[in-house]
């Protein structure tokens, strides 16, 4: 079984050691070979791709699922609608933006949760993923069961990873706008960008899962990624607010699985990147003082832990991918 860094470690015989930028496309293509979940990889660099390889899968322009990365996703559009006035800020809570969604049964501090703390993960709440997920998705109301849960630490404080509080937030916004959420990606994201954004699971009450389940082609997740290294521009046009981009980059709170920082939606690497993490080993990454955009796909039904195969591609991303 591979460790972390023993890709480099043999395909370039030193290990630890950074490859030069001659010698990076050869331990990239040496991932595909030996990472077996690994789908596909594509690099740019200073806006040119450099790499784009699909070792397996359904290849760099079929739609992939993107899992957690969808997280980011919806904080992007948590941005978008910041900038349109929909909605008055981070600061706006629950109670004043989308108090219908708020059951009963919720404790009554759930209406000062404000979307910031959702888009951060730091809504307080117990937890939807990992061993919980299943009891969520079978719900009659996720968003209900979402904010049902027992308060378990303060809002705003520390990390809980949870796919109910971006999905919260996604029903947050789809109420503020008017719009569903896939009618924003769609509109706020797909169509100034040129890629296609494939509708995805919803829940019973019709909202889409906010943070799991979305689909992008691997060329679309480099273009996205290479926008954000860009500073939200495409083609002459700001399509994603400078100001959210440079605030949701800013670390909040940190990962207790990881150990990375993480702002609005983005886990923050010491090595300068920001990057949207899927279950599987879906990536959606880039570093702007490096002028880098990455887009890995993986097998979505196989885990990639820390301290395994997200460990790996990590490694990758701070030896390979930054010597470009």
């Known amino acids: 079984m591979l460790t972390r860094r023993h890709l480099l470690a043999t395909s370039l015989a030193i290990p630890f050691v950074r490859p030069s930028r001659a010698d990076a496309p050869s331990a990239l293509r040496a991932a595909g070979a030996q990472f077996e979940q690994l789908h596909s990889l594509l690099v740019s660099k200073n806006?040119?791709?450099?790499?784009?390889?699909?070792?397996r899968g359904p290849g760099l322009d079929r739609p992939a699922n993107i899992k957690s990365c969808s997280k980011s996703i919806v904080a992007l559009l948590l941005g978008a609608a910041i900038a349109r006035n929909e909605v008055t800020g981070l600061d706006a809570t629950l109670g004043d933006v989308a108090p219908a969604l708020i059951p009963a049964t919720a404790d009554p501090a759930v209406r000062r949760i404000t979307l910031g703390d959702l888009a951060?993960?730091?809504?307080?709440?117990?937890?939807?993923?990992?061993?919980?997920?299943?009891?969520?998705?079978?719900?009659?109301?996720?968003?209900?069961?979402?904010?049902?849960?027992?308060?378990?630490?303060t809002p705003g404080g520390r990390m809980l990873y949870s796919t109910g509080s971006t999905h919260v937030l996604g029903a947050a916004l789809t109420v503020a706008t008017g719009k569903s959420l896939l009618?924003?990606?769609?509109?706020?994201?797909?169509?100034?960008?040129?890629?296609?954004?494939p509708a995805w699971t919803r829940d019973p009450q019709g909202y889409y899962l906010g943070g799991n389940e979305m689909a992008l082609a691997p060329t679309a997740m480099l273009r996205l990624a290479q926008v954000l290294c860009d500073g939200g521009r495409f083609d002459g046009d700001q399509v994603i607010p400078l100001n959210w981009l440079r605030q949701s980059t800013q670390p909040l709170t940190r990962s207790p699985y990881s150990g990375l920082d993480y702002g609005y939606g983005w886990f923050l690497s010491l090595?300068?990147?920001?990057?949207?993490?899927?279950?599987?080993?879906?990536?959606?990454?880039?570093?702007?003082?490096?002028?880098?955009?990455?887009?890995?796909?993986?097998?979505?039904t196989r885990p990639a832990r820390s301290e395994g195969y997200f460990g790996d591609l990590a490694d990758l991303l701070d030896t390979a991918i930054l010597s470009l």
Do not use: C, K, M
């Open 47 to 55: 806006g040119e791709t450099v790499f784009a390889e699909a070792f």
């Open 271 to 300: 090595s300068g990147f920001a990057i949207a993490r899927g279950y599987g080993g879906q990536v959606i990454a880039f570093h702007p003082a490096r002028q880098l955009a990455v887009a890995i796909t993986s097998d979505p």
């Open 183 to 197: 009618t924003q990606a769609r509109e706020r994201l797909g169509r100034p960008l040129g890629i296609d954004i």
């Open 120 to 153: 951060s993960l730091r809504a307080g709440l117990e937890p939807t993923s990992g061993p919980n997920y299943g009891a969520w998705v079978s719900a009659p109301n996720w968003t209900a069961y979402a904010l049902s849960r027992p308060l378990v630490a």
